[in-house]
Each structure stands twice: as structure tokens, then as C-alpha cells.
């Protein structure tokens, strides 16, 4: 059984960084690309980035050159560095387990539970 973990959420002001983790137990970094989703309220949740086990990367156009997913698969965790965070960036961000290379809800086998993050302006 896969589970994930997320932490590092929070409130920051617009500008600010935060960074995310998710740590995976019950799987292989070569069993899944490992992504971030988020979810605002009222709006359905969205792909905001993948990485695939050779370490390339594909992002939301909301977050390029704004955030950065890495992993370290010897720990297997799962990194969202967050910089230049918008208002509009405030959701909760779910780490999640997929069996495709796409940003795409339907692939995702697993999720963890969320982390909330809040953006001020």
C-alpha cells in the first residue's frame, strides 16, 4: 500500500517561497511519476507539476519558472519549491502517485491527504 505525506504548507505573503514534502512509503520511485495537484475552493483540482524517474519535469503554464519539483528517491521524498507565490497560487496542494507522465487526475492512483497553503497579498 502507497502512502503519502505531505508537510511544509503554511501562509506567506505574496512574493514569498515556501516548500512542500511528500514522503512515500509502499512504493519505487520506478513504479510511479510522483506529481503535485492542487485545489482551490470551488475549483476542481489541477496538475501543477511531474517528475519522471530520470529527473525531467513537466509543469503547469500557471507555475513555469516559478516552481520547481525535485525528488530524492534514496528517501523517497518528493520536493515542491514554491517561489514568486500569487494570491491565486492559494489552494490546498495534494502530492500524488501516478502511472502516467501526464498532469492528468485520471492516472493518479494515489493521494496523500494535503497541505494547505495561503498566499496574502
Known amino acids: 500500500q502507497v502512502q503519502l505525506v505531505e508537510s511544509g504548507g503554511g501562509s506567506v505573503q505574496a512574493g514569498g517561497s515556501l516548500r512542500l514534502s511528500c514522503a512515500a512509503s509502499?512504493?519505487?520511485?520506478?513504479?510511479?511519476?510522483m506529481g503535485w495537484f492542487r485545489q482551490a475552493p470551488g475549483k476542481e483540482r489541477e496538475g501543477v507539476g511531474i517528475?519522471?524517474?530520470?529527473?525531467?519535469?513537466i509543469y503547469a503554464d500557471s507555475v513555469k519558472g516559478r516552481f520547481t519539483i525535485s525528488q530524492d528517491n534514496a528517501k523517497n521524498t518528493l520536493y515542491l519549491q514554491m517561489n514568486s507565490l500569487r494570491p491565486d497560487d492559494t489552494a490546498m496542494y495534494y502530492c500524488?502517485?501516478?502511472?502516467?507522465?501526464?498532469?492528468?487526475?485520471?492516472?493518479?492512483?494515489?493521494w496523500g491527504q494535503g497541505t494547505q497553503v495561503t498566499v496574502s497579498s
Open positions: 517528475i519522471d524517474s530520470g529527473g525531467s519535469t
Open positions: 509502499g512504493y519505487t520511485y520506478r513504479n510511479y511519476y
Open positions: 500524488a502517485a501516478s502511472v502516467a507522465y501526464l498532469l492528468t487526475r485520471r492516472h493518479v492512483h494515489y
